[in-house]
């Protein structure tokens, strides 16, 4: 070989050095993050804190992309999709994972939790943190709770006692747990989605529906609601999922570093969640455009009993020692 020969080939020998080097230092892993709310809800803060935390610590090494307001996916959809590898990361609300597991059906159960603390309670012991990897073997991985609320009843006539709601429609996520909620007190349950509830009461196709101070606002369903029973029935949280084949292919200190972030992305969302639910609440009665009913204690006992009967209803499935644990949090 001649010397120009050697030379070229010493050349292009420290070229494709420098080609794959380049290439290893610019194919970061990419965490695409779906969620179907919008950015400046407590979800959408979470999940971008999250985004800047990583590039902060990660040095390009993971980068996350955020999709909101249902960009990619909806909450029907991103769980197949996550088991495809299409999604790394979702925030579904635990209603969503019936199919998966019968466990977190536990916290759509009315009148279980006192109130939020009470569910955060549950949520960081020993039976919570063991919910988080009951679909593990189903290809999912819980890596933490997110906040929205406890639930509120809003409604087109007044909601002082279960009678009142006799008879009346009332839209639900798609949840049997719900659906039993409502025909405890002879009302008709629908599973609508979300994206089609103001509509609904618009249009009076239905009656009323359950959610959250901040949903309740950011969604206007106050502004054509003429009222809302300040019930605390229930309490609407959302799960932050990934795929357990994802999960376990990251490399331990890369995995461990995005946990990290992940919990300080959460107890963010977390501490907004619970501001806002008291802000929301406070405009909806500046608006002057629905009537917040707080029910008295022996009204309020009223709703319990006639709602409790479906934790026996649903006992074995959900397991009896979990509800337990989830009372013993009060």
Same mark, same amino acid.
């Given at each position: ?15 494709t050095m420098l080609v ?10 990419? @965490? ?12 959408? +803060?979470?999940?971008?804190?999250? /985004?800047?935390? #990583?590039?902060? /610590? ?12 249902? +960009?990619? %996916?909806?909450?029907?959809? &991103? ?40 569910? $955060? ?6 039976? !919570? ?11 999912? #991985?819980?890596? !933490?709770?997110?906040?929205? !609320? ?13 009678a009142d709601a006799a008879?009346?429609?009332?839209? @639900?996520?798609?949840?049997? &747990?719900?659906?039993? +909620? %409502? ?10 989605? %979300?994206?089609?509830? %103001?509509?609904?009461? *618009? ?5 009323? *529906? =359950? ?11 106050? =502004?054509? *609601? ?13 799960? &932050? ?29 977390? *501490?907004?969640? $619970?501001?806002?639910? #008291?802000?929301? /609440? +406070? ?26 009967? &479906? ?9 009896? $020692? ?9």
């Amino acid at each position: 070989m001649t010397k120009t020969k050697l030379v070229l080939v010493s050349l292009m020998v420290a070229a494709t050095m420098l080609v794959s080097a380049t290439v290893s230092v610019a194919a970061p892993i990419v @965490i695409k993050f779906s969620h179907v709310v919008a950015e400046n809800t407590p979800k959408g +803060q979470m999940a971008n804190k999250f /985004r800047d935390l #990583i590039a902060e /610590r990660l040095d390009g090494k993971v980068v996350v992309e955020v999709f909101p307001n249902s +960009q990619l %996916f909806g909450d029907n959809k &991103v769980l197949e999709a996550m088991l495809l590898g299409d999604v790394q990361l979702a925030a579904p609300s635990v209603s969503k994972f019936e199919k998966y597991t019968d466990s977190l059906q536990i916290f759509d159960l009315p009148f279980l939790f006192k109130d939020m603390a009470a569910v $955060e309670k549950f949520q960081q012991g020993p039976v !919570g943190q063991k919910m988080l990897m009951s679909m593990k073997k189903k290809g999912l #991985i819980g890596l !933490g709770y997110l906040h929205n !609320g406890m639930k509120q009843l809003s409604a087109s006539d007044p909601l002082r006692v279960p009678a009142d709601a006799a008879g009346k429609k009332f839209r @639900i996520m798609t949840s049997d &747990v719900l659906a039993a +909620q %409502f025909e405890a007190v002879d009302a008709l349950p629908l599973k609508k989605p %979300f994206s089609e509830v %103001f509509t609904l009461l *618009q249009t009076r196709a239905i009656d009323g *529906q =359950e959610n959250t101070w901040s949903n309740i606002y950011s969604k206007k369903f106050f =502004e054509v *609601q003429p009222y809302i029973t300040e019930s605390n029935h229930g309490v609407l949280d959302y799960l &932050v999922i990934t795929s357990t084949e994802f999960w376990m292919d990251l490399p331990d200190d890369i995995r461990t570093e995005v946990k990290k972030a992940l919990d300080e992305a959460i107890a963010f969302g977390n *501490q907004i969640s $619970e501001k806002k639910a #008291i802000e929301d /609440r +406070q405009k909806i009665i500046d608006s002057g455009r629905s009537e917040i009913i707080e029910l008295a204690d022996a009204q309020r006992q009223q709703w319990v009993d006639a709602m409790k009967p &479906v934790w026996k209803k649903f006992e074995d499935k959900i397991g009896k $020692e979990y509800i337990d644990a989830a009372v013993a949090s009060n």
